[in-house]
């Protein structure tokens, strides 16, 4: 009994530790994939405040995309955010914590 319990124990840690590593992987491609975003918008954003300065386009049209790119830019941070609860699952996952201070 007591090796079937170790060998499941063993076999849950690997599997978390897989998922861990999965984790990390997508959300490392998302992270990139949503900064392009953000440096796209960012520009778009330029672009706009330049139009409106000449005279082509309105601050509404302006205002618009500041509400994009803002979008934009918290989409990365709830992505980075998913990212470094996954690296911290991995960490438990392959053994490691830490005692709260006190």
Same mark, same amino acid.
């Given at each position: 009994?007591?090796?079937?319990?170790?060998?499941?124990?063993?076999?849950?840690?690997?599997?978390?530790?897989?998922?861990?590593?999965?984790? *990390?992987?997508?959300?490392?491609?998302?992270?990139?994939? /949503?900064?392009? !975003?953000?440096?796209? #918008?960012?520009? $778009?954003? &330029?672009?706009?405040?330049?139009?409106?300065?000449?005279? *082509?386009?309105?601050?509404?049209?302006?205002?618009?995309? /500041?509400?994009? !790119?803002?979008?934009? #830019?918290?989409? $990365?941070? &709830?992505?980075?955010?998913?990212?470094?609860?996954?690296?911290?699952?991995?960490?438990?996952?392959?053994?490691?914590?830490?005692?709260? !201070?006190?």
């Amino acid at each position: 009994m007591a090796v079937a319990d170790y060998r499941q124990t063993v076999l849950t840690a690997f599997q978390q530790v897989e998922d861990g590593l999965s984790a *990390a992987r997508v959300l490392s491609q998302e992270a990139q994939s /949503q900064q392009s !975003a953000v440096d796209a #918008s960012g520009q $778009a954003l &330029d672009l706009a405040m330049n139009r409106f300065k000449g005279g *082509a386009i309105s601050y509404l049209d302006v205002v618009n995309l /500041q509400a994009m !790119a803002l979008t934009d #830019s918290r989409a $990365a941070v &709830d992505i980075e955010k998913r990212r470094m609860d996954a690296d911290v699952q991995l960490l438990e996952a392959l053994g490691g914590g830490w005692k709260p !201070a006190s």
